[in-house]
């Protein structure tokens, strides 16, 4: 069985995950900051958008890739996979314009906790069946 689930949302995310990248070296230029973020604001914000995404999806994608290999539901998987993407992007938009409380940035929040856990609790389900 090949993990063609994990690798579309894998290939989905790394995409999202060099986008986001490139904002960090946009701003890096602008500023002319090799390292840290000298007190830039939209720097900083940058680097978080990045780091709170690089945080997130290793798990996602290892849970995912668990849940497909043990046999979980296609149409569960990618619904949880879209979701979580979904998500992702509306965090890293909702971050990126305030560093305040946005839409996007709980929504996307709440719908990644939940994407984790429903894996989660179908990995442990799969695994004691």
Excluded: C, K
Excluded at 74 to 102: D, N, P, W
């Amino acid at each position: 069985m090949s993990p063609t689930i994990t690798a579309l949302y894998a290939g989905l995310l790394g995409i999202v995950y060099l986008v986001l990248a490139y904002f960090v070296v946009s701003n890096r230029r602008r500023a002319r900051v090799g390292l840290g973020t000298g007190s830039d604001t939209a720097l900083e914000r940058a680097v978080r958008v990045h780091g709170n995404f690089a945080e997130y999806v290793p798990l996602f994608l290892v849970l995912l890739l668990v849940a497909e290999l043990g046999g979980g539901a296609a149409v569960l998987l990618h619904v949880i996979g879209a979701a979580f993407v979904l998500a992702r992007l509306a965090h890293a938009f909702g971050l990126s314009q305030s560093s305040g409380t946005s839409g996007g940035r709980f929504g996307g929040t709440l719908v990644t906790w939940v994407a984790i856990l429903v894996l989660a609790l179908l990995n442990i389900r799969l695994a004691l069946t």
